[in-house]
């Protein structure tokens, strides 16, 4: 086994992401691993992990993030999940599929979002969710977010109505606060009963490992690391001669010629990062593409050489 590269772990329910990481440096014997996306105890489903200098990549992973979410409305808690004090609970009768529908329609797009009070966001210098356990009530600023779809999988009549929603959104979006937003909306309230992410960093839930895999696999030892030039398959390539990957790899800029890059629609970005490999296909780092009239200029950003040889 290699040891740079990333785990797509299935966290379990009750694990904090530092619990996971922590978990993972034990069973691997490394100290430096790292996890992309952050998930409630609650919560399970995908969770990015990355190991070696690969934690140094994870900002360059896939950012769509995908989750299985089921809100139980008529109950509104201080956490907007099922692990808060209950605010308020009241019977709902007479609630229709459609009119559901139409609220869930209006939380699609680019949307103004309030996080969740109890929510790890800085203000004054401490996390929200440290002020909310001390009583204090500040003003949460909002967050601009984009929500591409919600696509209901079941409604149900328990002791509440539950929804069961399947969202596809962008970083940074709190589902927390589409369960209550939704609540309030239908004018009965609503919190979270049940997260599971489905797909993070181009991560799906489909091809991760539990804990109990993983501890399998090692001492089978077949268990591999995906490798980063695997995680990264959604970045432009560039592939540089022995000579010039040497010089990139020295932190030196590299001209390339126009007719050399393939996704040439692509070159009126601000900022534009590839993925470098050499002739023999090993995987470099990451650059930062510049545009300069007929040529183009390749910059380092992140230099992780030899990384999978």
């Known amino acids: 086994m290699t040891n740079t590269g990333f785990i797509n772990l299935n966290k379990p329910a009750g694990f904090t992401s530092h619990d996971c990481v922590a978990k993972m440096r034990r069973l691997l014997k490394t100290k430096k691993i790292g996890h992309g996306g952050t998930l409630d105890p609650s919560a399970t489903g995908v969770l990015p992990i990355a190991v070696g200098k690969a934690t140094r990549l994870l900002q360059f992973l896939p950012e769509p993030k995908a989750y299985r979410a089921r809100i139980r409305l008529g109950v509104t808690t201080t956490t907007d999940d099922l692990e808060g004090e209950i605010i308020s609970s009241q019977t709902v009768q007479d609630l229709k599929l459609e009119n559901i529908k139409t609220y869930l329609n209006k939380l699609t797009g680019t949307i103004e979002q309030v996080p969740p009070m109890y929510s790890a966001i800085k203000q004054e210098g401490k996390k929200l969710y440290e002020l909310a356990r001390k009583g204090k009530q500040v003003d949460v600023p909002s967050r601009i977010v984009t929500i591409n779809e919600l696509k209901i999988i079941e409604f149900t009549y328990q002791d509440f109505p539950e929804l069961e929603i399947e969202i596809n959104c962008s970083p940074g979006t709190y ?56 995680a990264l398959n959604h970045l432009d390539t560039i592939s540089l001669n022995n000579q010039d990957a040497l010089h990139w790899c020295q932190g030196q800029k590299i001209t390339i010629k126009l007719e050399q890059f393939e996704s040439k629609q692509s070159l009126s970005a601000p900022e534009m990062y590839l993925k470098v490999i050499d002739e023999h296909e090993n995987f470099l780092g990451i650059t930062q593409l510049i545009n300069q009239a007929e040529d183009l200029l390749i910059k380092p950003k992140i230099v992780c050489a030899n990384l999978e040889q």
Do not use: Y
């Open 175 to 230: 589902i927390r606060a589409i369960a209550r937003d939704l609540g309030s909306m239908l004018g009965v309230g609503g919190t979270l009963a049940n997260l599971i992410r489905i797909e993070s960093s181009g991560m799906k839930l489909s091809d991760s490992l539990t804990f109990i895999e993983i501890e399998q696999q090692l001492e089978a030892e077949t268990f591999n690391l995906i490798p980063p030039s695997q």
